[in-house]
């Protein structure tokens, strides 16, 4: 019998992640170095009597009752962390709990978040009677957006009906996030010598496509994430002063709304450029889920808000509706002396239960 076997109050099972929490913060565990941390989490799920698996540094689980021909929930969240910016006055690696925050590097993105769902994963992993069953994943890499975190994992899973990423988002509801394209586009011309008339700039032609690129709309726009962005953020040619210059490379960030496919976003980028593209990934599509799911209905019930994130995260990698949501406030990852309120994570643990409970009990 497993310790879960006794439903534990939210306020239990929040002093729980707070623990695991203090642990994980306490391990260096940068992306692709997140040996230390996976660990724990096993060690966590051991005592719990839970089984695992595990691919690298990701761990997944599944509730005692699974059924395959009931639908899965998916709780993800990610234990990788930036490394620490050099503002930092305290210890990264040193949980400090002062004045109602519990100081340390990953605190709120997302060892909050992360904790808060292992702990809601216990909490249902015993109960017989779900109409759903429910995986856990906590995944690597998700910070560099990497390989060998849940994209390694996906096809190891069942069918996801829904999965709830964990995020700080102050338990409000991402209902929608933009995806990612990032394009190396090469613009061609003809070398000569600067002084005479030759050649053909290769420069004025990227200029020319840059213009297009900073004034063309996408006629779509999203009801949660706005339009989309394009933004030329590299840009290099030449090799001396002169020589006309026969190449010159740019690369256009698009931040992508669920109203486009990234194939349809760089087939009409190509049609109104004369530059070559080179798409560098179209693995980080826009993600997104109902206002009238239930899981989302269950959290405006409790007076939370939905909104469009404009930030990407492992969401991108999910083919399945999804919805990202998490205690802390992500204006505080990645910033020195990151922290997260510890009655957040208690706020996030009771928020998870009720939410679940409305959705698959």
Known sequence: MSETSTISSPATLAQEAIQLLKQLIATQSFSKEEEGTAALIEAFLTRKGIPFQRKKNNIWAFNRFFDPKKPTVLLNSHHDTVKPNPSWTLNPYEPLVQDGKL????????????????????????????????????????????????????????????????????MHLAVAEKGLLVLDCIAHGKSGHAAREEGENAIYKAIQDIQWITNYKFP??????????????????????????????????????????????????????????????????????????????????????????????????LD??????????????????????????EQGVTQYIKMLEEVIL
Do not use: W
């Not at 999203?222 to 010159?248: E, F, R």
């Not at 469009?308 to 990698?317: E, I, Y």
């Not at 990202?324 to 997260?340: L, W």
């Open 320 to 345: 399945c509706p999804s919805l990202k949501m998490g205690p802390g406030h992500s204006e505080r990852s990645h910033t020195a002396n990151e922290f997260i309120y510890l009655h957040e994570i």
């Open 220 to 317: 779509k726009v999203s009801p949660t994430l706005g339009p989309i962005k394009m933004s030329v953020t590299i840009i290099n040619a030449g090799s001396q002063h002169n020589v006309v210059p026969d190449t010159c490379k740019f690369t256009i960030d698009v931040r992508v709304t669920e109203q486009y496919t990234l194939e349809e976003i760089i087939e009409t980028i190509r049609q109104n450029i004369q530059s070559e593209i080179y798409p560098r990934s179209i693995r980080l599509r826009p993600s997104s889920i109902p206002v009238q799911h239930p899981i989302v209905q269950a959290g405006l019930k409790l007076g939370r808000t939905a909104y469009g994130s404009p930030t990407t995260s492992d969401q991108a990698l």
């Open 103 to 170: 100081f340390g590097l990953g605190s709120n993105d997302a060892g909050g978040p992360l904790t808060s769902l292992i702990v809601t994963f216990c909490h249902f992993y015993d109960n017989p009677h779900l109409t759903h069953n429910v995986a856990l994943a906590a995944t690597a890499e998700e910070e560099i957006s990497g390989r060998e975190g849940l994209e390694m994992i996906v096809d190891d899973l069942p069918p996801i009906a829904f999965a709830i990423v964990g995020e700080p988002t102050e």
